[in-house]
């Protein structure tokens, strides 16, 4: 579905020479790479194993949708594993649990999805008001979402018994998790709000040409907000899912999960610098990390360097991608 | 240097003193809430705790002055502890330099990847945490190594006189040693021209590249630095043991009244930075607030101080 998509929209960007050609390099090396490890291990080719990738990749494929859309104008946002946090103790303190008498089911998951807006929004808020650059705003913030975690846990494991969050991680549909179909679903909404919506459309304009759009007249304050309000909501909803996978709730639900959605968004070709990019690099962006990842364990490389493989292809893919513009950026801090 | 710029805004006056009002009025407040808070032996063991903190701030903020930003300094430094406990077996004495030599080539390479790619250094240095901590984990089985023979590492963890932490007057001995060689030499302008106006520096001969490569340098020993102090005091090295301290060490960083712009800012105020940070963590428990609020109050300092000390005219899309 990814592949046919990014190749669609390829030619509205004809303009730019060279621009379908780049869309169409993190597929291809997505197909290489898969096809390299499927030739050096039996196992990594298996039909399970595949299963595995997918299942695996859910919860980086939403979180990774949120932080999309901050990437794109240009921001950055390191809050994502203090926001899982949060919401992961919330809903596991709101649903059927060990800890009291709560079951509010659905209720309990949108008020963690919703306290994910809320962190969101003060991440944004602190961005436009205050004037705080975003990496530290947003490394403030999930400072305080670590802290609101753990108060929450107060020194006991809350373990869910809520049987319908707890299928989301067992139960299968055609072959994949529910969790797998819950990320496409967040894939398909977030691209649709990047398409369809002014939201969208401007978080790709103020990552291109913020003054531009400053002068002709847009405030582009509230949209700075509204996007990474958006974020903390797919963030919510990630803290959610983890909590579904481990069946309780962890301070460290959201660990590496920031780390992990820059890395996938940027090798996807969503790039730092804004502007470029979107829901549909990522998701490839996504596969690509796990599909690493996974191929790297597989073909017996210690999981413990995965975090290290994350920083290096990190650090390749944005250089390989600042290197066409090396003259015109003289600053770089 | 800081008064020329303090008599033309209010604000920066304010915040060039808010290190120390704040210190003050901090222990003021804590001797208020806990009598017993103002004895030796409490400071004493405040210090202690400071003591890596100060030196971790100390060498980040020559990054934060030339603008930029140092993330991997707590992972570099958990990384240090390893390689420390690794090797004081095999190479005694020697283990000490060896570990501060190897961790400023990782803060000079990260710099060289900074200025030669052409990377923002905050996602140069944040790879650099997620490489770090890989290699820590591996180096180290994921386990704790445990120190055996500490003989050549135990002079931090002494008191000079018998009240003085040794390794509070080390630190305190680096930021001197960085405050003078910053003076003496033109390096103290060169790093104030880099984060105050890249490309004006840059067209004025400034070394730029060179100095920022020079300050991730000094980032990564002082991190290694920090690390024998850890070592020195839990006798042991842990693939994360320093892993707490990147919060608390930008939060001492920005208290101090270092802009996050880059620029305007000093050594002495992260001195003063890390010891209000140390405070506030060693004073929640006197005055009865929970150890869990740590995290919200190092999160809201972060934005806070930053947003206080800001150079706003100097930017204005803020990303």
């Known amino acids: ?333 | 240097m800081t008064t020329h710029v303090a008599a033309f805004r209010l604000p920066v006056r304010i915040t060039g003193f808010m290190p120390l009002i704040a210190l003050v009025t901090l222990v003021a407040a804590l001797t208020v809430a806990d009598a017993d808070f103002l004895t030796q032996r409490s400071l004493t063991a405040a210090l202690r705790t400071a003591a890596p903190l100060i030196v971790l701030a100390a060498g980040a903020t020559l990054v934060v002055l030339c603008g930029g930003i140092d993330l991997s300094i707590a992972a570099l430094a958990s990384l240090s502890t390893v390689l420390l406990a690794l090797w004081l077996p095999d190479l005694g004495a020697l283990a000490t330099p060896a570990v501060i030599a190897v961790a400023a080539t990782i803060g000079a390479v990260q710099g060289l990847a900074h200025v030669l790619l052409r990377i923002p250094s905050f996602i140069v240095t944040l790879g650099g945490l997620s490489i770090l901590s890989a290699v820590a984990l591996v180096v180290s089985g994921a386990g704790t190594v445990r120190v055996v023979d500490d003989s050549t590492v135990k002079w931090l963890d002494l008191y000079l006189g018998g009240y003085l932490p040794m390794s509070a007057v080390m630190a305190f001995v680096v930021v001197a040693v960085i405050a003078v060689v910053l003076t003496v030499t033109p390096l103290k302008s060169w790093i104030s021209a880099t984060g105050y106006s890249e490309s004006a520096a840059r067209l004025a001969g400034t070394p730029v590249d060179l100095v920022k490569v020079g300050a991730f340098c000094v980032s990564g020993a002082c991190a290694g630095f920090a690390a024998v102090m850890l070592v020195s005091r839990q006798f042991s090295g842990g693939p994360t043991m320093a892993d707490n301290l990147l919060l608390p060490a930008v939060a001492a960083i920005v208290v101090g009244g270092t802009a996050i712009t880059g620029g305007h800012g000093s050594v002495w105020r992260s001195l003063a930075g890390a010891l209000v940070v140390t405070l506030l963590r060693v004073g929640l428990p006197i005055v009865g607030v929970p150890s869990a609020y740590e995290q919200i109050l190092y999160g809201v300092i972060i934005v806070v101080a930053v947003a206080l000390t800001l150079d706003g005219s100097k930017v204005s899309i803020i990303k």
């Not at chain 1, 950055?76 to 059927?96: Q, R, Y």
């Not at chain 1, 049987?163 to 994949?176: Q, V």
């Not at chain 1, 398409?195 to 990552?207: C, E, H, N, P, V």
């Open chain 1, 1 to 333: 579905m990814t592949l046919t998509s990014a190749v669609a929209t390829a030619p509205r960007r004809q303009s730019r020479r060279g621009a379908s050609f780049r869309d169409a390099g993190p597929p291809v090396a997505l197909v290489v790479i898969f096809g390299i490890f499927a030739a050096l291990s039996p196992q990594f080719r298996s039909v399970d194993n595949v299963q595995n990738i997918v299942d695996a990749a859910a919860v980086l494929a939403v979180v990774t949708s949120g932080i999309t859309f901050v990437l794109m104008m240009g921001s950055i946002d390191l809050s994502a594993a203090g926001v899982m946090g949060a919401s992961a103790l919330t809903v596991s303190l709101l649903v059927a649990n060990n800890r009291n008498d709560n079951d509010y089911g659905l209720l309990g998951i949108g008020a963690a999805v919703l306290l994910g807006c809320a962190f969101g929004c003060l991440s944004g808020l602190a961005l436009v008001l205050l004037k705080v650059p975003s990496f530290m705003a947003t490394l403030g913030v999930s400072a305080i979402g670590l802290g609101v975690a753990t108060l929450m846990f107060a020194g006991v494991q809350p373990n869910i018994t809520d049987t319908m969050l707890e299928s989301w991680a067992i139960e299968r549909f055609l072959g994949f998790s529910y969790l797998a179909w819950i990320a496409a679903a967040c894939i398909l909404v977030g691209w649709l709000i990047q398409r369809y919506t002014r939201l969208g459309r401007y978080a790709f304009a103020i990552g291109g040409a913020e003054e531009v759009l400053t002068l002709s007249g847009v405030r582009v304050k509230p949209y700075k907000v509204a996007v990474f309000t958006l974020a903390g909501a797919f963030y919510g909803l990630g803290g959610v899912m983890v909590t579904s996978q481990l069946g309780a709730g962890l301070v460290q639900a959201g660990d590496g999960y920031d780390f992990s959605a820059i890395t996938a968004a940027v090798v996807g070709g969503t790039l730092l610098t804004g502007g470029r990019g979107g829901i549909l690099h990522s998701a490839v962006g996504v596969l690509l990390v796990m599909v690493l990842t996974n191929g790297l364990v597989q073909v017996g490389v210690s999981p413990y360097w995965q975090g290290g493989v994350e920083g290096l292809i990190v650090v390749a893919a944005v250089a390989a991608a600042v290197i066409p513009q090396r003259r015109r950026n003289q600053v770089v801090k």
